[in-house]
């Protein structure tokens, strides 16, 4: 049986493995992690989009681009609104530090990832409107059968939320299939566009 190292053999074995590194490999690994360490602080609020483009506008466009695929990849299609615009903001920030800077085309892109989000959580809000008013004037839709453990079933009533909950159950699988397809096509782009 072999035996589980512990964390300090394994901390003690990733130490020496960075000793073997060239200088221009741990500079990469101190570059990224000072890149993430500053990406956390834009995303908690901490800096402005001008605050990070001041910090960022030395950095090797190789860090330039890994901080703009952060953002991208942190992109979500059920994001907060808040969320969505702190990144495009920095996306857009990070990309006039280029040498030949492409905002325009990252703005369209942007703006069509924002629709589909809109769109998504639009459709979604008005699907949940629809159903509550459909329960709250049919009690039918109330109804759910139960199994008891003799085999038959009864008749049990929910509360409006637990039947709202329930077929929406049933519908955002399909819904959320869609619009993520969409999403993850637009995202595409977006990464395409990024050099």
């Known amino acids: 049986m072999s035996r589980v ?78 969320e969505f615009h702190l990144r495009c903001d920095g996306i857009l920030a990070i990309e006039s530090l280029k040498k030949t800077p492409r905002i325009s085309a990252l703005e369209n892109v942007l703006a069509s990832i924002g629709k589909v989000q809109k769109e998504y959580q639009e459709i979604k809000e008005g699907a949940i409107a629809e159903l509550r008013q459909a329960i709250e004037t049919n009690p039918q839709m109330r109804m759910r059968h139960m199994k008891a453990a003799d085999g038959r079933t009864y008749p049990m009533a929910m509360t409006v939320e637990e039947a709202i909950q329930t077929r929406m159950a049933e519908f955002l699988p399909e819904h959320e299939k869609r619009y993520e397809t969409l999403f993850t096509r637009t995202l595409e782009k977006l990464l395409a566009e990024l050099r």
């Not at 394994?10 to 500079?27: P, Q």
């Not at 800096?47 to 990849?73: C, H, I, Y």
């Open 5 to 82: 190292k512990s964390a300090l053999e394994k901390a003690m074995e990733k130490m020496e493995s960075i000793g073997s590194l060239s200088t221009e490999e741990r500079e990469a690994i101190r570059d990224s992690d000072n890149l993430r360490i500053l990406l956390a602080s834009f995303y908690k609020g901490e800096l402005s989009k001008d605050a990070l483009w001041e910090k960022m506008k030395d950095f090797r466009p190789t860090l330039l681009k890994e901080a703009q695929m952060g953002m991208v990849n942190s992109l979500r299609l059920a994001s907060l609104p808040e």
